[in-house]
């Protein structure tokens, strides 16, 4: 009897386990799924209207603004297209949203690489990018959006432009921007010159000067004020008394000053005298 009481209890056992398993099938829809569709590209509302067929939730993502994708437009999604989900599980969506507002991020004096990360980080495309001479090579000098220079914290509109990169490209080897040094005092001129890196530097005066360190200045150099020059080549300077470039400096203000009427009725003359020149030669 205890046989086959044991053996008509594990019979009930199988039976209400088989039961059990059958019941969770149903319940768990066991063996049935829907392949995720792709949405990329498509706008919110056709999006919505996939999933609503395939019997599929959703969460909408807001807070991302993409410049390569118009407003609405679908962004990422997950999980991925092609995956196997059940019905009624949630698919999250980031939507390209117009509210959302790309900020220039701090970029001014940093490695071109650099920028350029921070920039795609941020959503902001990069139109142009323009080398300029300066002595900081591969370094962000200013940013322009639509020809106009802009600081970092500009927020850009929804449907942005790409901004322009201004680039130190640097100076070739041993070469650098030949600074202005006239008008400068002789001990001034030389060490703004040697903090370019120009040592070699020879200087001449017009005539004897008392006391020159502070009483010369410089009216003359060679090669002239930003001129990429060769830091081995030697500067000129050509100095004069204080009193006598200030005395000079004032003449030709005076003389521009009255030549510029007798230069503009020579000029007249010169385009009456062209202009019967023109007559003569159709008649």
Do not use: C
Not at 240 to 261: A, C, G, R, V
């Amino acid at each position: 009897m205890f046989i086959i009481n044991f053996i008509i209890a594990i019979l009930i056992l199988y039976k209400i386990t088989q039961l059990a398993l059958k019941w969770v099938d149903v319940y768990t829809k066991h063996g049935s799924y829907v392949v995720v569709p792709d949405l990329k590209g498509f706008t919110l509302s056709q999006s919505i209207s996939i999933l609503e067929k395939l019997r599929l939730k959703y969460n909408i993502d807001t807070s991302h603004y993409d410049p390569n994708f118009k407003i609405n437009q679908i962004i990422s999604f997950s999980p991925e297209a092609g995956d196997h989900v059940k019905e009624g599980r949630h698919i999250y969506i980031q939507v390209n949203s117009k509210l959302s507002q790309s900020v220039l991020p701090n970029i001014i004096n940093k490695d071109k690489r650099i920028a350029i990360k921070l920039l795609h980080a941020n959503h902001i495309s990069v139109k142009e990018i323009k080398y300029v001479h300066d002595m900081n090579k591969d370094t962000v000098l200013k940013v322009l959006y639509k020809k106009k220079s802009i600081q970092f914290g500009y927020r850009f509109p929804p449907n942005q432009d790409g901004i322009t990169l201004i680039i130190g490209k640097g100076y070739e080897k041993n070469n650098s921007s030949v600074p202005n040094v006239i008008g400068m005092t002789l001990r001034s001129a030389i060490y703004t010159l040697k903090s370019q890196l120009f040592n070699v530097i020879n200087f001449y005066y017009d005539h004897g000067i008392i006391n020159p360190d502070q009483n010369a200045k410089v009216y003359r150099q060679k090669p002239d004020p930003g001129v990429i020059y060769d830091n081995k080549k030697s500067i000129e300077l050509w100095l004069t008394s204080k009193e006598l470039l200030d005395h000079l400096i004032q003449i030709e203000e005076k003389d521009s000053k009255n030549k510029s009427p007798k230069i503009q009725i020579e000029e007249k003359d010169s385009k009456n005298k062209t202009e019967e020149k023109k007559k003569n030669r159709i008649k």
